[in-house]
Protein backbone atom coordinates (compact mmCIF):
# COMPACT_ATOMS: atom_id res chain seq x y z
CA UNK A 1 0.00 0.00 0.00
CA UNK A 2 1.95 3.54 -0.86
CA UNK A 3 2.31 5.59 1.46
CA UNK A 4 0.70 9.30 2.11
CA UNK A 5 2.22 12.11 0.77
CA UNK A 6 4.88 13.74 2.63
CA UNK A 7 3.00 17.04 3.58
CA UNK A 8 5.11 20.25 4.10
CA UNK A 9 2.57 22.93 5.89
CA UNK A 10 3.27 26.76 5.47
CA UNK A 11 0.42 28.52 5.36
CA UNK A 12 0.89 30.00 9.01
CA UNK A 13 2.79 29.59 12.13
CA UNK A 14 -0.62 29.60 13.54
CA UNK A 15 -0.30 25.74 12.67
CA UNK A 16 2.59 25.26 15.14
CA UNK A 17 2.77 22.41 17.92
CA UNK A 18 3.10 22.53 21.42
CA UNK A 19 6.52 21.07 22.00
CA UNK A 20 7.23 17.84 23.99
CA UNK A 21 8.53 20.25 26.92
CA UNK A 22 5.61 22.68 26.80
CA UNK A 23 3.12 19.06 27.05
CA UNK A 24 4.87 18.18 30.08
CA UNK A 25 4.98 21.45 31.73
CA UNK A 26 1.25 21.53 31.31
CA UNK A 27 1.12 18.52 32.68
CA UNK A 28 2.08 19.29 36.12
CA UNK A 29 1.34 23.22 35.86
CA UNK A 30 0.28 24.39 39.46
CA UNK A 31 -3.24 25.84 38.90
CA UNK A 32 -5.35 28.39 40.85
CA UNK A 33 -8.60 30.79 40.05
CA UNK A 34 -7.24 32.85 37.91
CA UNK A 35 -9.99 35.16 37.59
CA UNK A 36 -9.27 35.51 41.48
CA UNK A 37 -5.70 36.20 40.33
CA UNK A 38 -4.56 33.20 42.18
CA UNK A 39 -3.15 30.80 39.37
CA UNK A 40 0.53 30.86 40.13
CA UNK A 41 1.66 29.77 37.19
CA UNK A 42 -0.22 32.15 35.19
CA UNK A 43 1.33 34.91 37.51
CA UNK A 44 4.28 33.66 37.20
CA UNK A 45 4.26 34.20 33.19
CA UNK A 46 2.61 37.60 33.64
CA UNK A 47 5.91 38.91 35.63
CA UNK A 48 8.06 37.08 33.03
CA UNK A 49 6.89 38.84 30.70
CA UNK A 50 7.21 42.12 32.77
CA UNK A 51 10.50 41.46 33.80
CA UNK A 52 10.79 41.26 29.51
CA UNK A 53 9.31 43.88 28.19
CA UNK A 54 9.65 46.22 31.34
CA UNK A 55 6.11 47.14 31.81
CA UNK A 56 4.17 47.84 35.13
CA UNK A 57 2.01 44.71 34.49
CA UNK A 58 1.09 42.27 32.54
CA UNK A 59 -2.73 40.27 31.44
CA UNK A 60 -3.05 36.47 30.05
CA UNK A 61 -5.60 36.42 27.40
CA UNK A 62 -6.90 33.90 25.16
CA UNK A 63 -5.85 35.42 22.01
CA UNK A 64 -4.17 38.52 20.49
CA UNK A 65 -7.65 39.32 18.79
CA UNK A 66 -8.84 39.83 22.60
CA UNK A 67 -5.46 41.68 23.40
CA UNK A 68 -5.75 44.41 20.65
CA UNK A 69 -9.52 44.92 21.71
CA UNK A 70 -8.88 45.30 24.97
CA UNK A 71 -6.35 47.88 24.04
CA UNK A 72 -8.58 49.75 22.10
CA UNK A 73 -11.09 50.00 24.59
CA UNK A 74 -13.53 46.89 24.66
CA UNK A 75 -15.69 49.29 26.51
CA UNK A 76 -17.20 50.57 23.58
CA UNK A 77 -17.00 47.41 21.27
CA UNK A 78 -19.24 49.01 18.94
CA UNK A 79 -18.11 52.28 19.31
CA UNK A 80 -14.43 52.39 18.28
CA UNK A 81 -14.17 53.93 15.02
CA UNK A 82 -11.10 54.01 12.80
CA UNK A 83 -8.93 55.70 10.52
CA UNK A 84 -7.11 53.70 8.19
CA UNK A 85 -3.53 54.56 6.46
CA UNK A 86 -1.97 52.96 3.41
CA UNK A 87 1.07 50.69 4.55
CA UNK A 88 4.39 51.27 2.94
CA UNK A 89 5.96 48.13 1.90
CA UNK A 90 8.13 47.96 4.53
CA UNK A 91 5.14 48.01 7.11
CA UNK A 92 5.49 51.45 8.32
CA UNK A 93 3.20 54.60 7.08
CA UNK A 94 3.66 58.12 6.50
CA UNK A 95 3.84 60.29 9.14
CA UNK A 96 2.81 63.39 7.81
CA UNK A 97 -0.52 61.86 6.69
CA UNK A 98 -0.99 60.45 10.44
CA UNK A 99 -0.82 63.91 11.22
CA UNK A 100 -3.31 64.94 8.60
CA UNK A 101 -5.86 62.47 9.81
CA UNK A 102 -5.38 62.85 13.16
CA UNK A 103 -8.48 64.58 14.80
CA UNK A 104 -7.41 66.48 17.81
CA UNK A 105 -9.32 70.13 17.96
CA UNK A 106 -12.95 70.08 20.06
CA UNK A 107 -15.31 69.63 16.85
CA UNK A 108 -18.53 68.02 17.33
CA UNK A 109 -19.27 66.32 13.88
CA UNK A 110 -16.17 64.09 14.71
CA UNK A 111 -14.15 61.67 17.12
CA UNK A 112 -11.59 62.79 19.02
CA UNK A 113 -7.72 60.90 17.84
CA UNK A 114 -7.09 58.70 21.21
CA UNK A 115 -4.88 55.86 19.69
CA UNK A 116 -2.37 54.78 17.36
CA UNK A 117 -1.75 51.19 16.51
CA UNK A 118 0.48 49.74 14.42
CA UNK A 119 2.07 46.10 13.77
CA UNK A 120 5.63 44.67 13.97
CA UNK A 121 6.22 42.60 12.52
CA UNK A 122 3.68 43.69 10.15
CA UNK A 123 2.26 40.65 9.03
CA UNK A 124 1.11 41.58 5.20
CA UNK A 125 4.04 43.56 4.68
CA UNK A 126 6.14 40.26 4.70
CA UNK A 127 7.14 39.92 8.35
CA UNK A 128 8.88 43.49 7.64
CA UNK A 129 10.26 44.78 11.15
CA UNK A 130 9.53 48.27 12.03
CA UNK A 131 12.63 50.55 12.24
CA UNK A 132 13.33 51.80 15.61
CA UNK A 133 14.53 55.47 14.05
CA UNK A 134 10.56 55.36 12.22
CA UNK A 135 8.80 54.29 15.42
CA UNK A 136 10.72 57.09 17.36
CA UNK A 137 9.70 59.62 15.14
CA UNK A 138 6.36 58.38 15.58
CA UNK A 139 6.71 58.65 19.36
CA UNK A 140 8.07 61.98 18.76
CA UNK A 141 4.68 62.85 17.38
CA UNK A 142 1.92 61.27 19.59
CA UNK A 143 3.68 62.70 22.66
CA UNK A 144 4.63 66.13 22.30
CA UNK A 145 1.47 68.23 22.99
CA UNK A 146 2.09 70.71 20.90
CA UNK A 147 1.60 68.76 18.07
CA UNK A 148 -1.43 67.22 19.19
CA UNK A 149 -3.30 70.49 20.18
CA UNK A 150 -2.50 69.43 23.99
CA UNK A 151 -4.69 66.11 23.64
CA UNK A 152 -2.90 62.68 24.94
CA UNK A 153 -2.86 60.15 22.40
CA UNK A 154 -1.50 56.76 23.74
CA UNK A 155 0.10 54.12 21.52
CA UNK A 156 -0.23 50.53 21.17
CA UNK A 157 1.58 48.22 19.48
CA UNK A 158 0.41 44.65 18.35
CA UNK A 159 3.59 42.75 18.34
CA UNK A 160 2.13 39.08 18.06
CA UNK A 161 5.57 38.40 16.39
CA UNK A 162 7.44 40.93 18.22
CA UNK A 163 10.14 38.35 19.53
CA UNK A 164 10.98 38.03 15.55
CA UNK A 165 11.84 41.79 15.33
CA UNK A 166 13.61 41.92 18.59
CA UNK A 167 15.63 38.98 16.95
CA UNK A 168 15.88 40.57 13.68
CA UNK A 169 17.08 43.96 15.35
CA UNK A 170 19.64 42.61 17.99
CA UNK A 171 17.39 44.46 20.34
CA UNK A 172 15.57 43.69 23.39
CA UNK A 173 11.65 43.65 23.67
CA UNK A 174 11.77 46.54 25.83
CA UNK A 175 13.72 48.71 23.32
CA UNK A 176 11.14 48.49 20.74
CA UNK A 177 8.08 48.86 23.22
CA UNK A 178 9.94 51.43 25.06
CA UNK A 179 7.47 54.19 24.46
CA UNK A 180 4.26 52.49 23.96
CA UNK A 181 1.69 52.84 26.38
CA UNK A 182 0.50 48.94 25.38
CA UNK A 183 1.55 46.00 23.80
CA UNK A 184 0.68 42.41 23.24
CA UNK A 185 2.00 39.66 22.05
CA UNK A 186 1.15 36.25 20.80
CA UNK A 187 2.02 32.62 22.51
CA UNK A 188 0.70 30.81 19.67
CA UNK A 189 2.30 31.85 16.84
CA UNK A 190 5.99 30.82 16.26
CA UNK A 191 6.42 30.64 19.84
CA UNK A 192 4.48 27.33 19.60
CA UNK A 193 2.10 27.67 22.63
CA UNK A 194 -1.28 25.98 21.75
CA UNK A 195 -2.76 29.01 23.02
CA UNK A 196 -2.83 32.75 24.50
CA UNK A 197 -1.58 36.20 24.23
CA UNK A 198 -0.06 38.63 26.87
CA UNK A 199 -1.38 42.16 27.28
CA UNK A 200 1.40 44.88 28.63
CA UNK A 201 1.28 48.10 29.98
CA UNK A 202 0.39 50.17 33.22
CA UNK A 203 -0.88 48.65 36.29
CA UNK A 204 -4.28 51.43 35.59
CA UNK A 205 -4.55 49.97 31.70
CA UNK A 206 -4.03 46.67 32.94
CA UNK A 207 -6.29 47.04 36.28
CA UNK A 208 -9.16 48.13 33.36
CA UNK A 209 -8.29 45.25 30.88
CA UNK A 210 -9.02 42.66 33.49
CA UNK A 211 -12.25 43.78 34.06
CA UNK A 212 -13.37 43.98 30.48
CA UNK A 213 -11.34 40.64 29.97
CA UNK A 214 -14.29 39.45 32.26
CA UNK A 215 -16.91 41.51 30.17
CA UNK A 216 -15.44 39.27 26.85
CA UNK A 217 -16.12 36.15 28.41
CA UNK A 218 -11.78 36.03 28.92
CA UNK A 219 -11.79 35.02 32.41
CA UNK A 220 -10.21 31.04 32.14
CA UNK A 221 -10.18 29.99 35.52
CA UNK A 222 -7.55 26.99 36.00
CA UNK A 223 -5.68 28.62 33.09
CA UNK A 224 -1.92 27.54 34.54
CA UNK A 225 -1.83 24.67 32.30
CA UNK A 226 -1.95 27.37 29.52
CA UNK A 227 0.26 29.64 31.17
CA UNK A 228 2.57 26.54 31.42
CA UNK A 229 3.34 26.34 27.77
CA UNK A 230 3.80 30.12 27.52
CA UNK A 231 6.72 30.24 29.79
CA UNK A 232 8.48 27.21 28.26
CA UNK A 233 8.19 29.33 24.76
CA UNK A 234 9.55 32.11 26.14
CA UNK A 235 12.54 30.32 27.66
CA UNK A 236 13.08 27.81 25.11
CA UNK A 237 11.29 29.20 21.76
CA UNK A 238 12.55 32.57 21.52
CA UNK A 239 16.39 31.80 21.33
CA UNK A 240 15.26 29.05 18.36
CA UNK A 241 13.40 32.22 16.35
CA UNK A 242 16.52 33.12 13.89
CA UNK A 243 16.48 29.56 12.88
CA UNK A 244 13.14 30.12 11.22
CA UNK A 245 14.57 33.45 9.63
CA UNK A 246 17.36 31.64 8.08
CA UNK A 247 15.26 28.64 6.58
CA UNK A 248 12.99 31.47 5.64
CA UNK A 249 15.49 33.58 3.29
CA UNK A 250 16.77 30.12 2.03
CA UNK A 251 13.38 29.51 0.22
CA UNK A 252 13.54 33.02 -0.57
CA UNK A 253 17.45 32.72 -2.32
CA UNK A 254 16.33 29.40 -4.12
CA UNK A 255 13.17 31.08 -5.63
CA UNK A 256 15.23 34.46 -6.47
CA UNK A 257 18.05 31.98 -8.08
CA UNK A 258 15.53 30.73 -10.68
CA UNK A 259 14.96 34.76 -12.04
CA UNK A 260 11.66 33.48 -13.32
CA UNK A 261 9.29 36.32 -14.94
CA UNK A 262 6.36 34.97 -13.45
CA UNK A 263 7.14 34.72 -9.77
CA UNK A 264 9.31 37.08 -7.48
CA UNK A 265 10.75 37.69 -4.10
CA UNK A 266 12.23 40.34 -2.54
CA UNK A 267 15.29 39.20 -1.26
CA UNK A 268 16.66 42.27 0.27
CA UNK A 269 14.22 42.53 2.13
CA UNK A 270 13.56 39.10 3.84
CA UNK A 271 13.43 40.38 7.32
CA UNK A 272 11.81 36.78 9.82
CA UNK A 273 9.59 33.95 9.05
CA UNK A 274 7.72 35.29 6.87
CA UNK A 275 8.40 35.25 2.71
CA UNK A 276 5.89 36.61 0.13
CA UNK A 277 5.84 34.94 -3.46
CA UNK A 278 4.52 37.46 -5.56
CA UNK A 279 3.07 36.63 -9.49
CA UNK A 280 4.44 38.73 -11.63
CA UNK A 281 2.33 37.45 -14.43
CA UNK A 282 -1.50 38.43 -14.19
CA UNK A 283 -2.29 35.14 -16.10
CA UNK A 284 -1.53 33.70 -12.61
CA UNK A 285 -3.55 34.21 -9.21
CA UNK A 286 -2.37 33.05 -6.32
CA UNK A 287 -4.95 30.64 -5.40
CA UNK A 288 -4.18 28.67 -8.47
CA UNK A 289 -0.55 28.72 -7.60
CA UNK A 290 -1.26 27.30 -3.79
CA UNK A 291 -3.40 24.71 -5.18
CA UNK A 292 -0.74 23.68 -7.47
CA UNK A 293 1.77 23.28 -4.75
CA UNK A 294 -0.78 20.65 -2.68
CA UNK A 295 -1.54 18.70 -5.62
CA UNK A 296 1.09 15.78 -6.63
CA UNK A 297 1.52 14.63 -10.24
CA UNK A 298 2.08 11.22 -11.54
CA UNK A 299 4.68 13.38 -14.28
CA UNK A 300 6.20 15.17 -11.09
CA UNK A 301 6.67 11.13 -9.31
CA UNK A 302 8.34 10.40 -12.56
CA UNK A 303 10.66 13.16 -12.62
CA UNK A 304 11.71 12.05 -8.82
CA UNK A 305 9.63 15.59 -7.24
CA UNK A 306 9.81 12.95 -4.05
CA UNK A 307 11.29 12.72 -0.43
CA UNK A 308 14.89 11.34 -0.65
CA UNK A 309 15.82 9.65 2.56
CA UNK A 310 13.25 7.33 4.26
CA UNK A 311 15.55 4.06 3.98
CA UNK A 312 13.37 1.26 2.78
CA UNK A 313 10.67 3.14 2.52
CA UNK A 314 9.04 3.74 -0.96
CA UNK A 315 9.19 8.11 -1.70
CA UNK A 316 6.75 10.27 -1.10
CA UNK A 317 5.39 13.21 -3.13
CA UNK A 318 5.64 16.18 -2.01
CA UNK A 319 2.61 18.45 -0.66
CA UNK A 320 3.43 22.04 -0.04
CA UNK A 321 0.41 23.73 2.39
CA UNK A 322 0.92 27.72 1.78
CA UNK A 323 -1.74 30.62 2.38
CA UNK A 324 -3.34 32.56 -0.72
CA UNK A 325 -6.77 34.51 -0.67
CA UNK A 326 -7.36 36.61 -3.16
CA UNK A 327 -3.95 38.53 -3.02
CA UNK A 328 -1.47 38.85 -5.67
CA UNK A 329 1.32 37.13 -4.14
CA UNK A 330 1.03 33.25 -2.15
CA UNK A 331 2.31 33.73 1.81
CA UNK A 332 4.40 30.91 3.39
CA UNK A 333 5.54 31.27 7.11
CA UNK A 334 8.05 29.23 9.34
CA UNK A 335 8.05 28.13 12.48
CA UNK A 336 9.50 25.58 15.19
CA UNK A 337 8.71 22.19 13.42
CA UNK A 338 9.75 23.48 10.10
CA UNK A 339 12.98 21.38 10.09
CA UNK A 340 15.67 21.84 7.51
CA UNK A 341 14.76 18.41 5.67
CA UNK A 342 11.08 20.34 4.92
CA UNK A 343 13.53 22.93 3.68
CA UNK A 344 14.76 20.95 1.19
CA UNK A 345 11.29 19.41 0.08
CA UNK A 346 9.49 22.59 -0.23
CA UNK A 347 12.59 23.70 -2.38
CA UNK A 348 12.48 20.83 -4.31
CA UNK A 349 8.31 21.93 -5.07
CA UNK A 350 8.57 25.26 -5.47
CA UNK A 351 11.51 25.17 -7.73
CA UNK A 352 9.63 22.70 -9.88
CA UNK A 353 6.16 24.19 -9.95
CA UNK A 354 7.79 27.35 -10.88
CA UNK A 355 9.44 26.21 -13.85
CA UNK A 356 6.61 24.35 -14.73
CA UNK A 357 4.78 27.22 -14.74
CA UNK A 358 7.14 28.93 -16.77
CA UNK A 359 7.41 26.49 -19.82
CA UNK A 360 3.52 26.23 -19.80
CA UNK A 361 3.17 30.00 -20.13
CA UNK A 362 6.03 30.18 -23.08
CA UNK A 363 4.29 27.25 -24.78
CA UNK A 364 0.98 29.27 -24.80
CA UNK A 365 2.59 31.97 -26.31
CA UNK A 366 3.82 30.14 -28.86
CA UNK A 367 0.65 28.47 -29.61
Known amino acids: MSLPHYVVDMRSDTVSSPTIEMREAMYTAAVGDDVYGEDPTV ?4 QKS ?4 KKEAALFVPSGTMANLLATGAAQIAGVQLTTIQNRTDGTFCLDELQ ?4 LYDDCHEPLTSLIV ?3 THNMCGGKVLPLRWLDELVSICKNKEMTNGKTIAL ?3 GARVFNAAQYLKESVARIARDFDSICFCLSKGLSAPVGSVLLGSKTFIAEARRLRKVLGGGMRQCGILAAAGLVALEKIVPLLPEDHRRTRRIAQAINNLRSSNFNVDLDNVHTNILLIHMMNPKISASSFAKRLAEVTQKELDENITTNDEVGQEFRGIQLKVSSRDWSYARIVLYNQITDKDIEYAIKKIEYVIQEYDRNLVLKEIH
Open 43 to 46: LKLE
Open 50 to 53: IDLF
Open 100 to 103: RKMH
Open 118 to 120: VEN
Open 156 to 158: HMD
